[in-house]
């Protein structure tokens, strides 16, 4: 999957609308220190969130939403689950070369 630099919200949207039903590895930065890493499939996309299930114990679903602006900004990154690339470059990395 390749890794797409981004810097609006809509092209945010308008890719992660292509992905509905692909599964994605979502790393939420919830502050204070604490990170949450979940596996779950792209379900919905609204006008200012999208919708990942993931599958909890027991067999149990629950639906996590999550902003765009939060992906642009990178406190929520989005990986291919094969690979374990980036799926979208947060803002602050667009620049950095290495």
Same mark, same amino acid.
Request: glycine letters at 8%; aromatic letters at 6%.
């Given at each position: 999957m390749? $890794?797409?630099a /981004?810097? &609006?919200?809509?092209? @945010? &949207?308008? &890719?992660?609308?292509?992905? /509905? ?13 604490? %990170? @949450?890493?979940?596996? *779950? !499939?792209?379900?919905? =996309?609204? #006008?200012?969130?999208?919708?990942? $299930? =993931?599958? +909890?114990?027991?067999?149990? !679903? ?10 642009? !900004?990178?406190? %929520? $990154?989005?990986?291919? #689950?094969?690979?374990?690339? &980036?799926?979208?470059? #947060?803002? *602050?990395?667009?620049? $950095? +070369?290495?």
């Amino acid at each position: 999957m390749e $890794e797409l630099a /981004v810097n &609006h919200v809509e092209e @945010i &949207h308008e &890719h992660l609308s292509q992905m /509905v039903g692909q599964r994605v590895k979502v790393k939420a930065n919830m502050g204070r220190t604490r %990170v @949450i890493e979940r596996m *779950g !499939t792209i379900k919905t =996309v609204h #006008p200012a969130v999208f919708i990942v $299930e =993931v599958n +909890e114990r027991r067999g149990r !679903t629950s639906r996590q939403s999550y902003q765009y602006v939060d992906v642009l !900004t990178g406190s %929520v $990154e989005l990986f291919d #689950p094969e690979s374990g690339e &980036h799926i979208f470059t #947060p803002l *602050g990395n667009q620049s $950095e +070369e290495h």
